[in-house]
């Protein structure tokens, strides 16, 4: 049985030690989100060498800016995308099951049926159709199947809808993930396996043969160090999402994938604001809006509209945020407003793109992988649900040509680090409660979280019982989580803790202002800041929320870009 491994600092020298060692390896992932982190994953378990490298933080570009689902993606069906639904849909399955049970769980939806009984028709199929691609092929991982409503069951489900903004609705099953915690897992089980996966190091150029027709490495750039050294490697699989382009630059040329970037945003709100014991699925003019339950909250969204701005920090306009409230209290019996919001949040999706004038909403989200030159293969597109096809793809495009046999990949076997053994550990949180002396609802809530290695975090408790105390402005983060995140999971900056660690950024009333010197205090011992970095990493965290929140006033992109861009960058 593999030991979890631990990104601490320490281990991140010594990660750093090994790469710039000049020693080449089989594969380097260039791109720690979903993707990158599965590929790496993917390679190393196949017994390859494996480096991997991620500019920002794991996750911090589209892969923490989710709707936060694991789904067939229903809407794909009336684009007669089969096979993207079919193959997201087996992913499901093995998400719930096998490779992060502890992480995804199912989340019932509804269907508001407003029209005449055609409507019940159409969508009735289309979702039977749905169910149908999951239990023909087993894919259910027990999730029921769906079921017609009338108006008045309808209605209790969901107190809050307006009585006449239905005649009736259907109900069926999907799945939801902390997507940024299930990144952050996949690097730790990469690691565990072998890998060597450190965050804050760019790509700041490829590296050629002495005939300059092949890729043999890269050139990196430590972002905590400003070094730059030279990690060679057999094959580099770049996995940059919106950031594909910059990588087909220092190619050389043009390269053969077009991507566009697709702006999606998030409201967080209160669940006491919204009365319902389901999720909602509303059609819109363009696309399909959710309200998902989120624990304590509400996540509704998304947008989809073209950026081609800053990538790095995408912002929320006033006009987003006006639409999805418009859009949700067409619905509801009580509107929402401005002040309900505790959170907004945006990301970008990278799409494979076709004409300049295609809409967004019509783009696909299947992905591609390519070689444009021997040496570095390039994947993009996709969804999240399917982030492992898209990394045994580009692996197995990248190793084609390898002398000696490469093994078939096996990460549809593969659990990730809290997985293993959750299901009974997870049935008995009154024991861990009372070995750490704190609350049953903190230990249900960090099985949640991290699974099995929850233990870790009590061990820390036992340890230190301050530990067990909620953090103050961290709505139900204890402290402890801070100084794990710090500790154990790569977290360099104080921004890293609060937005992908844990939710406290978009969660938190205040987006965790009030929560920042509290956990700075706690990390600082163990990343070793002195009064000043203290300061330092507080100021830009605080200046970096009312930027946001600054965005979020202006009317358009171009407007709300310049005020997001006035922050300064932990990363760099």
């Not at 994938?257 to 909602?280: F, N, Q, W, Y």
């Not at 399917?386 to 045994?392: D, N, Q, W």
């Not at 002195?530 to 979020?552: G, P, T």
Request: glycine fraction near 8%.
């Amino acid at each position: 049985m593999l030991i979890p491994v631990t990104l601490s600092p320490a281990a991140r020298a010594s990660t750093l030690e090994r790469l710039r060692s000049g020693e080449e390896l089989d594969v380097l992932v260039v791109g720690g989100g979903v993707v990158g982190c599965g590929a790496a994953l993917d390679a190393v378990t196949r017994g390859l060498s494996t480096g991997l490298i991620e500019a920002r933080d794991y996750a911090s570009g589209t892969s923490s800016r989710s709707s936060k689902l694991i789904h067939g993606g229903l809407r794909y069906l009336e684009m007669l995308d089969f096979g993207l639904v079919h193959e997201a849909l087996q992913e499901r399955r093995l998400l719930l099951t096998v490779i992060a049970p502890h992480l995804v769980r199912p989340v019932p939806f509804m269907y508001p049926l407003s029209k005449p009984a055609w409507e019940r028709f159409y969508v009735g199929s289309g979702i039977a159709l749905y169910d149908g691609l999951a239990f023909g092929v087993r894919q259910t991982a027990g999730l029921p199947r769906h079921r017609h409503l009338g108006k008045k069951a309808a209605l209790r489900l969901m107190p809050s809808l307006r009585p006449d903004a239905l005649t009736g609705a259907i109900q069926y099953h999907d799945a939801q993930v902390d997507d940024a915690r299930f990144v952050l897992e996949l690097a730790r089980t990469a690691a565990m396996h072998g890998a060597h996966v450190v965050n804050r190091v760019a790509a700041v150029g490829l590296l050629r043969s002495d005939d300059g027709e092949r890729v043999i490495g890269v050139r990196a750039r430590d972002h905590q160090s400003g070094e730059e050294f030279d990690i060679h490697a057999r094959r580099v699989i770049a996995a940059a999402g919106v950031w594909t382009d910059e990588i087909q630059s220092m190619v050389g040329d043009d390269g053969p994938l077009k991507v566009r970037s697709s702006k999606g945003i998030h409201l967080v709100v209160p669940r006491d604001r919204i009365t319902s014991e389901t999720g909602i699925i509303l059609r819109t003019d363009k696309s399909v809006l959710f309200i998902i339950p989120w624990d304590e909250h509400w996540i509704i969204g998304t947008t989809d509209t073209d950026w081609s701005l800053d990538k790095a920090h995408p912002a929320a306009t006033s006009a987003d945020i006006d639409y999805l409230l418009e859009t949700v209290n067409s619905v509801l019996v009580t509107p929402l407003t401005r002040d309900d919001i505790d959170g907004v949040y945006a990301g970008l999706r990278p799409l494979i793109s076709g004409d300049e004038e295609d809409e967004t909403t019509k783009l696909s989200r299947e992905h591609v992988v390519a070689t444009p030159v021997p040496g570095i293969t390039l994947v993009a597109g996709g969804k999240y649900t399917t982030y492992r096809i898209m990394a045994k793809d580009a692996v197995d495009e990248a190793v084609k040509d390898f002398e000696n046999e490469v093994a078939e990949s096996s990460t549809d076997k593969v659990p990730l680090a809290g997985a293993v053994g959750w299901e009974w550990l997870s049935e008995r949180p009154q024991i861990l409660a009372r070995s750490a002396g704190i609350d049953q609802e903190h230990v249900e809530t960090l099985l949640e979280r991290y699974g099995t290695l929850t233990k870790e975090l009590l061990a820390l408790i036992n340890a230190q019982p301050v530990l067990g105390e909620l953090l103050p402005g961290g709505e139900t983060h204890l402290k402890a989580e801070i100084v794990y995140a710090a500790a154990t999971e790569g977290a360099v900056h104080l921004t890293d803790i609060l937005t992908r660690r844990t939710r406290i950024s978009i969660e938190a009333r205040d987006r965790g202002l009030s929560a920042a010197p509290h956990a700075a205090a706690l990390a600082a011992p163990i990343l070793g800041w002195d009064d000043a970095r203290v300061s330092q990493e507080i100021d830009i965290y605080h200046r970096r929320v009312e930027a946001e929140m600054s965005s979020q006033t202006m009317p358009d992109d171009e407007s709300a870009d310049q005020a997001r861009r006035l922050a300064p960058d932990a990363a760099l």
